[in-house]
């Protein structure tokens, strides 16, 4: 009894929806049949408008509406808590690991302190060390990402996937490398220089992913008129800190040359010329 009722009452719903699509359909038409020309006109006005509201030229520039500049903020709130997230990280790390911080510091500002506390620290990776280093593969991806969506308009890195495959592609390279080295050390009997080298490396490297946080919040929350001024103190910042690793690599490169002029080549090609070679190739493949 209660199916045979559902059947009927499902049938006659069925029938009701039906009759009134039929009915919209053709009211529809009847509407589209009756449009006069002059309506076909303002309506051409209405959607010229709407185009020109869209997309205005101001000299040679594009102005956006704020519908667009809306949906380009909600782009970038996962940016922004991945970013307040890194930021509470490293507050952590300076109220619990303030020693390391500081020492990171002295490292970068003297040489001869840096020599001090790389024959004295620990062969073990450090809490503090995991997330410094963290810290810098996150932030060259944002900040990677940045320069190439708004300056080269690579519309492809835009979504939040992008930032997953950007730190996949840095913590590759950036593992990687220091890999390559500790084998290198290892088949050359040279891991005393290779380890010097790793040093100096991490910590250039961990010295420019706290300096780029703050960049990386102007960049995704403040008004474009900032990112010029910003991106040039970037620059800055990567040709200090490269100008600190050349001079402090030079001790590297010198131990390695008088062992072997050999292990000095290898160490030119494969450290350094092939790795930036097939980062930018494939940084380069990803965004054609």
Known sequence: MLQKFLTVFFFILSTICLHAQTGDSVALNTASDTLTKSDSVEVKGYAAM??????????????VNDIEQLHQSEKNVWVFVLLVMLLAALTYLKTAFGKDVEELVQAVSNQNLAQQIFRTQSKEFSFSAIVLNLNFIVVMSLYVR???????????????????????LFTFFYLGKIAVVKLIGVLFEVSDACEEYIFNFTIVCKTIGLTLLPALFIFYTAPQKFF?????????????????????????????????????????????????????????KTIT
Do not use: P
Request: net charge positive; aromatic share 22%; charged share 5%.
């Open 50 to 63: 709407a185009d020109s509201q869209s997309v205005l030229l101001n000299g040679n520039k594009t102005v």
């Open 228 to 284: 010029n001024f910003v991106f040039v103190i970037t620059i800055l910042i990567f040709v200090c800190m490269l100008a600190i690793f050349i001079w402090r690599g030079l001790s590297t490169a010198y131990k390695l040359l008088y062992s072997n002029v050999y292990h000095f080549f290898i160490y030119v090609c494969v450290v350094e010329i092939s790795t930036i070679f097939l980062l930018f190739k494939l940084l380069t």
């Open 146 to 168: 940045f320069i190439l969506v708004h300056y080269f308009h690579v519309s492809t890195l835009e979504s939040f996937y992008s930032i997953l495959f950007m730190n996949f």
